[in-house]
């Protein structure tokens, strides 16, 4: 019989005395796999810290959205930052645009790289609709040189690394949850990126040093309910009807006390039902077409009585015009390192055509351009955050920012429906 062959089946029940020399040997095997497990469970931390920069762990529905931030950091990476944001032109400016890889996003970046901006791009890539489109986009953007960092807003860690790389002297925040019926199936996706995110954005740039200016993506449905037209700054938003109006509204008071208690110059753009070349698949105009193509059969809403349901539907290259006039005029901050010096710039304005068109006649515009008559299916307005017509005055952008639109439906959606046969003949499927 062997000295191990004395060792008890329950350990518990092992008297020391009576065995001194496997008691010892126990107590080493104890030690050795003690030690042994210790380092693997601190190996799994290690990994799981290197691995995920941004330690926030997220709601399953966001995380499946795929919102977390992909690896950054490194030399090679921070040089491709540095050279993004680089400016080429004498005053020219550098900065962050926020969701570069969505629709008004990839349309402005270009436009600043053009002028020989600075331009860094951030986009989380979510799925909210076909994220190939958003890859396409970042394509483009590529061959202009510009980088779009894979990353959410809601990475504070992110975003501050990024201001140590580069000293932005504008932030174009663009990156938010659009769409106002998705926000019945997804609220938290809302609160998510237009507040939580929109504060994490702001918390960084009132820390950095120097400040940058912000120009950032409010909407026409702040005016919600109202039914005084055209939609003027100076009247009410206290009536949004939808969670999508009320996050864009909670965006502009938090906006408000950034200024007021950092020193922050921002500046608010009420877009105006935004459309062109590159535009989001979940907008009625895109998905009208798509389903005109196949020959789906498509719903229009009508308002109370039969009424018109209309909207002040504006070009996305008048849009941009008015997105880089509010960069140039937007005043410095006046704060730094979190501490207000003095008051500072707080704008809104609206960015609408003043031409409020019909949705039927959108769809007849569509009709003749693509050469299909729609299958049409009238519906009444449903209570799920649409409202019935927008109409923008646009005075107060026209009078500060030389904002002036020139390009009336039809002539917009010929470009589109080009850009939109060229695009999804090339192989593309559309969907989203
Ligand atoms: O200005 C904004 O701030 C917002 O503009 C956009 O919202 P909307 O103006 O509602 O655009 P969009 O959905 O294209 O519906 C267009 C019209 O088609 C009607 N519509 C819609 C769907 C449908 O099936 N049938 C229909 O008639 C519908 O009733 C409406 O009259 C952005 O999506 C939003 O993110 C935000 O930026």
Redesign the pocket.
């Known amino acids: 019989m062997s000295h191990l062959d004395n060792i008890p089946s329950t350990p518990g029940k092992f008297k020391m005395e009576k065995s001194p020399y496997i008691n010892r040997l126990r107590l080493h095997s104890s030690l050795a796999k003690l030690t042994f497990w210790s380092f693997v469970f601190l190996g799994l931390i290690l990994i799981f810290f290197f691995r995920s920069p941004s330690s926030n762990p997220l709601p399953s529905d966001l995380s499946r959205r795929s919102l977390r931030t992909s690896s950054w950091g490194g030399p090679a990476w921070e040089k491709r930052v540095r050279s993004s944001a680089r400016v080429r032109a004498r005053n020219g400016i550098s900065v962050l645009v926020t969701g570069a890889a969505g629709f008004v996003g990839t349309h402005v970046s270009a436009a600043l790289k053009r002028r020989g901006d600075g331009v860094l791009g951030l986009d989380n890539f979510n799925d909210y609709y076909d994220p190939s489109l958003k890859r396409s986009r970042q394509a483009l953007l590529e061959r202009s040189g510009i980088f779009i960092v894979e990353g959410d807003i809601n990475d504070e860690a992110l975003l501050k690394k990024l201001f140590e790389v580069v000293a932005f002297t504008h932030v174009m925040h663009l990156a938010a949850q659009?769409?106002?019926?998705y926000a019945m199936e997804n609220p938290g996706s809302y609160v998510h990126s237009n507040i939580a995110g929109f504060v994490s954005l702001l918390e960084v740039c009132k820390n950095a040093n120097p400040q940058p200016a912000i120009v950032w993506a409010s909407?026409?449905?702040v005016y919600g309910l109202n039914t005084k037209v055209p939609f003027s700054e100076k009247d009410r938003t206290d009536q949004p009807a939808s969670l999508?109006a009320a996050t864009k509204k909670a965006g502009e008071e938090i906006a408000h006390t950034y200024n007021h208690i950092y020193g922050l110059s921002l500046t608010g753009l009420r877009?105006?039902?935004?459309y062109g070349p590159w535009g989001?698949p979940?907008?009625?105009?895109f998905f009208f077409t798509k389903d005109i193509l196949k020959g789906k059969s498509?719903?229009?809403?009508e308002a109370a009585d039969h009424g018109t349901?209309?909207?002040d539907f504006t070009y996305i290259d008048d849009i941009v015009k008015g997105c880089l006039a509010s960069l140039d005029t937007a005043e410095k901050s006046t704060g730094s390192g979190g501490k207000k010096k003095g008051s500072a710039q707080l704008r809104v304005f609206n960015l609408g055509n003043t031409s409020p068109v019909p949705?039927s006649d959108l769809v007849s515009i569509l009709e003749r351009q693509l050469k299909v008559k729609a299958k049409k299916n009238i519906m009444k307005?449903p209570r799920n955050g649409?409202v019935p017509f927008?109409h923008a005055n646009i005075s107060s952008a026209q009078r500060e920012l030389g904002y002036k639109p020139t390009t009336d439906l039809q002539t917009g959606l010929k470009k589109f429906v080009r850009w939109y046969l060229s695009y999804y003949s090339g192989g593309k499927k559309a969907s989203g």
């Open positions: 659009a769409g106002v019926r909407s026409s449905s999508y877009f105006f039902t935004v989001r979940d907008m009625a105009y498509i719903t229009i809403f349901v209309a909207r949705v307005l649409d927008t």
